[in-house]
């Protein structure tokens, strides 16, 4: 079965970076966009960044543009967030997605970030 988890969450204090990897597993990875969100407390769940099958495409959140990229290892089977310059608002619990092709939604137990002021 599909299993995505991710790993690389921890307290950072603003301005300082973090790593973000989700190891995916269960279908055939390369042939998948995948996609980071994040929730912070009382907040919806929000895209963040997306990455096509190939690599090839990226998409990011206006708020994280140019401070996070978004990356993938067809080899290994990982996606990536690298996350720099980071800020109190990007607090919140990272979420690596998958979607098939019948649109049903894959999702880790995600990994908290907490950025202090």
């Known amino acids: 079965q599909v299993q995505l988890v991710e790993s690389g969450g921890g307290l950072v204090q603003a301005g300082g970076s973090l790593r973000l990897s989700c190891a995916a597993s269960?279908?055939?990875?390369?042939?998948?966009?995948m996609r980071w969100y994040r929730q912070a407390p009382g907040k919806e769940r929000e895209l963040v960044a997306d990455i096509t099958s190939a690599a090839g495409s990226t998409n990011y959140a206006d708020s994280v543009k140019g401070r996070f990229t978004i990356s993938r290892d067809n080899a290994k089977n990982t996606v990536y967030l690298q996350m720099n310059s980071l800020k109190p608002e990007d607090t919140g619990v990272y979420y690596c997605?998958?979607?098939?092709?019948?649109?049903?939604?894959?999702w880790g137990k995600g990994t908290l970030v907490t950025v202090s002021s």
């Open positions: 997605n998958v979607r098939n092709v019948n649109a049903m939604d894959y």
């Open positions: 269960g279908f055939t990875f390369s042939r998948y966009r």
